[in-house]
């Protein structure tokens, strides 16, 4: 007698291949992903230099506008007369303008040099009495100049002010 035979389960169908024109799109996507992420990060490093630059360029305003406000004191501290303002505070050789001058070049404020013409200057004229006062007053312009090791152009701070 014959032993039956025994049914084999029928076999699963292979996988089909993909079409010729599907094959490879996973690749391509995965290339086009990497680009997006590439764009996207070479955005962020070119805000984060935009923002340290600013940053920067804070720094040096904050410090030009404290060495003025630092001769503005020194000459309400002072004798007030036009005579003596322009003797002592009158750029390039005024006394009291000299020492200011040696602490704004000890400052830290960039690019600050007679080399390229930025040196700070403090100039005076003489305006009218006003009001119930005819008395003239004497009003100082004093200019901070720096120039960022970046720039190709000097940066200035003026700073006005009225002495009676």
Same mark, same amino acid.
């Given at each position: 007698?014959?032993?039956?035979?025994?049914?084999?389960?029928?076999?699963?169908?292979?996988?089909?291949?993909?079409?010729?024109?599907?094959?490879?799109?996973? +690749?391509?996507?995965?290339?086009?992903?990497?680009? +997006?992420?590439?764009?996207? /990060? +070479?955005? /962020?490093?070119?805000?984060?230099?935009?923002?340290?630059?600013?940053?920067?360029?804070?720094?040096?305003?904050?410090?030009?506008?404290?060495?003025?406000?630092?001769?503005?004191?020194?000459?309400?501290?002072?004798?007030?007369?036009?005579?003596?303002?322009? &003797?002592?505070?009158?750029?390039?050789?005024?006394?009291?303008? /000299? /020492?200011?001058?040696?602490?704004?070049?000890?400052?830290?404020?960039?690019? %600050?040099?007679?080399?390229?013409? &930025?040196?700070?200057?403090?100039?005076?004229?003489?305006?009218?009495?006003?009001?119930?006062?005819? &008395?003239?007053?004497?009003?100082?312009?004093? &200019? %901070?100049?720096?120039?960022?090791?970046?720039?190709?152009?000097?940066?200035?701070? %003026?700073?006005?002010?009225?002495?009676?």
């Amino acid at each position: 007698m014959h032993a039956p035979a025994e049914k084999w389960p029928p076999r699963p169908a292979l996988p089909r291949s993909a079409p010729a024109q599907a094959q490879g799109s996973a +690749l391509i996507e995965s290339l086009v992903a990497v680009l +997006l992420f590439s764009i996207g /990060l +070479l955005g /962020l490093v070119g805000m984060q230099a935009g923002a340290v630059q600013q940053a920067s360029q804070a720094e040096y305003r904050s410090m030009a506008s404290l060495l003025a406000n630092s001769a503005a004191s020194q000459m309400w501290a002072s004798d007030r007369s036009a005579a003596t303002l322009q &003797t002592r505070f009158a750029s390039p050789s005024g006394s009291a303008y /000299l /020492l200011w001058l040696a602490q704004v070049q000890a400052s830290g404020l960039p690019g %600050v040099s007679s080399a390229n013409s &930025t040196l700070p200057t403090i100039s005076f004229s003489t305006l009218a009495g006003g009001g119930s006062s005819g &008395t003239a007053r004497s009003q100082a312009t004093i &200019t %901070v100049y720096w120039r960022a090791p970046a720039d190709t152009q000097s940066h200035q701070l %003026v700073t006005l002010v009225q002495l009676k």
